[in-house]
T-cell receptor
Framework: KAGVTQTPRYLIKTRGQQVTLSCSPI?????VSWYQQTPGQGLQFLFE???????NKGNFPGRFSGRQFSNSRSEMNVSTLELGDSALYLC??????????????FGPGTRLTVL | DAKTTQPNSMESNEEEPVHLPCNHS???????IHWYRQLPSQGPEYVIH???SNVNNRMASLAIAEDRKSSTLILHRATLRDAAVYYC??????????FGQGTRLTINP
């Protein structure tokens, strides 16, 4: 079974631009979560989607948004990029359907550099 | 915030057991303890999780204190491939993992 895939793997943008990152979960997984990893703040939860609905949200500004499609693929968008948005963005999928927790499978991440 | 406390780094030798401690003194009765690890240049991967009793799987064992305020991840026989950052996580929401700084484990050959 293929793992979680993220595209692109590397991205360079300039301040003020916007960016869209893509995540394809493991087949059959309907929950997709996004995390940001920086050297200073570590791994931080952005949001989680299940069946095209945002189910959980972290403490990030509204410039960070996401969506999930009917095939469970997910995208996250960051508008008006700032230097501090430079990070590794990780996507994780799981079979979780509701109250119980199921282990999350992480992709390799997208390395975003904002100049 | 529901973070846990772990040592910043630990070192061990290959083929020896490793005990990685974690403090979660404010844990509530229904919070699970999860462990993930992140190998260099990779996304995190699940290791193990538990609620009250000790748990074992093919990767590791998890020993949870009776008062549940601390736990220990045990790698029975460390290999060089176990060098990673290990995160002890108190589950906050169904699929929301709150990561701390983790423990960077170095394995000496």
């Amino acid at each position: 079974k293929a793992g979680v895939t993220q595209t692109p793997r590397y991205l360079i943008k300039t301040r003020g631009q916007q960016v869209t990152l893509s995540c394809s979960p493991i087949s059959g997984h309907r929950s997709v979560s996004w995390y940001q990893q920086t050297p200073g703040q570590g791994l931080q939860f952005l949001f989680e989607y299940f069946s095209e609905t945002q189910r959980n949200k972290g403490n990030f500004p509204g410039r960070f948004s996401g969506r999930q499609f009917s095939n469970s693929r997910s995208e996250m968008n960051v508008s008006t990029l700032e230097l501090g948005d430079s990070a590794l963005y990780l996507c994780a999928s799981s079979t979780s359907s509701g109250r119980s927790y199921n282990e999350q499978f992480f992709g390799p991440g997208t390395r975003l550099t904002v100049l | 915030d529901a973070k846990t406390t772990q040592p910043n780094s630990m070192e061990s030798n290959e083929e020896e057991p490793v005990h990685l401690p974690c403090n979660h003194s404010t844990i509530s009765g229904t919070d699970y303890i999860h462990w993930y690890r992140q190998l260099p240049s990779q996304g995190p991967e699940y290791v193990i999780h538990g609620l009250t009793s000790n748990v074992n799987n093919r990767m590791a064992s998890l020993a949870i204190a009776e008062d549940r305020k601390s736990s220990t991840l045990i790698l029975h026989r460390a290999t060089l491939r176990d060098a990673a950052v290990y995160y002890c996580i108190r589950l906050q929401g169904a699929q929301k993992l709150v990561f701390g700084q983790g423990t960077r484990l170095t394995i000496n050959p």
